[in-house]
């Protein structure tokens, strides 16, 4: 019996690579309350469109004000638009202790940016943050189809890299041993 590609490491490996954060952002997420990750989606034309699809949004991260039990899953909110890849990423997040107790929310909209070309997209997308002095706003880039992975690996790797400041923070304010 073969087992579910979708749950293998070597899917998820897959999946993973094929979506890109062209444009990240220096900053860390706060260790109490909510923060805000905004982002522009640059997902390629597939077979059926002619236009490259680029959307605007923002993931808000919400981390406890108190402490829950560690058994508490982190909870996803409009990350996947037909829950295709739901089972996969539930896979990855169980495996990190720094998606305990998290509430992660996506919110996008279309803009009104358009092309055949994504690499096209990125470079007048780039020249527009630059012009705007704008240093929050990351730039990502997926095939067709996978633009809630590519969210979701900028979201991921945000938290990560904050994490350890995270933790840091915790002792220091004597919430952690």
């Known amino acids: 019996m073969n087992p579910d590609p979708f749950h293998s490491e070597h899917r998820f490996r897959e999946l993973w690579d094929a979506v890109q954060i062209v444009r990240p952002v220096p900053y860390t997420l706060f260790t109490f309350g909510a923060s805000d990750l905004l982002y522009y989606l640059v997902v390629a034309a597939d077979q059926s469109q002619e236009l490259v699809q680029v959307s605007q949004g923002k993931v808000t991260v919400t981390r406890p004000l108190i402490i829950t039990p560690y058994d508490a899953p982190p909870e996803l909110k409009n990350f996947f638009e037909d829950g295709e890849y739901e089972g996969l990423f539930d896979f990855m997040l169980s495996r990190t202790a720094a998606f305990s107790n998290l509430r992660l929310d996506h919110q996008k909209q279309r803009t009104d940016f358009t092309s055949d070309s994504v690499e096209e997209v990125v470079a007048r997308l780039n020249r527009q943050l630059d012009a705007?002095?704008?240093?929050?706003?990351?730039?990502?880039?997926?095939?067709?189809?996978?633009?809630?992975?590519?969210?979701?690996?900028?979201?991921?790797?945000?938290?990560?890299?904050?994490?350890?400041?995270?933790?840091?923070?915790?002792?220091?304010?004597?919430?952690?041993?």
Not at 135 to 163: N, Q
């Open 132 to 177: 705007e002095e704008e240093d929050r706003m990351a730039i990502l880039t997926a095939p067709a189809g996978l633009g809630g992975v590519a969210v979701f690996k900028y979201t991921t790797e945000r938290i990560l890299e904050s994490a350890p400041g995270n933790i840091q923070e915790l002792r220091e304010r004597g919430l952690l041993d």
